[in-house]
Nanobody
């Protein structure tokens, strides 16, 4: 199983970005998918997660109302739409796949992408 993130970049505060995560493997539709981020000198933190069916989603309080997670099982892709970006959103963003449950901690995920950098200038 391989996960490849894309869509990161350098934007100004208030702008939007959409991250994508393409996953290989025939059982993508059975995985819960999560997004995490890690800023320099900080621990990796949970951002959002979506159930395999898309029927349940979770968000960190810091991004609730600004970020939206979605998935397209036909395209084996999960998305993170990020609006009203703030400088404190600057981090490397990772997508991850979980074979069981809908975890909100990194330990619950089995597969990880390599990350994509998001930088928000003030």
């Amino acid at each position: 199983v391989q996960l490849v993130e894309s869509g990161g970049g350098l934007v100004q505060a208030g702008d939007s970005l959409r991250l994508s995560c393409a996953i290989s493997g025939r059982t993508f539709s059975s995985y819960a998918m999560g997004w995490f981020r890690q800023a320099p000198g900080k621990e990796r933190e949970f951002v959002s997660a979506i159930k395999w069916s898309g029927s349940s989603t979770y968000y960190a309080d810091s991004v609730k109302g600004r970020f939206t997670v979605s998935r397209d099982n036909a395209k084996n892709t999960v998305y993170l739409q990020m609006n009203s970006l703030k400088p404190e959103d600057t981090a490397v963003y990772y997508c991850a796949a979980a074979t069981m449950g809908l975890p909100r901690v990194a330990l619950g995920y089995d597969y990880w992408g390599q990350g994509t950098q998001v930088t928000v200038s003030s």
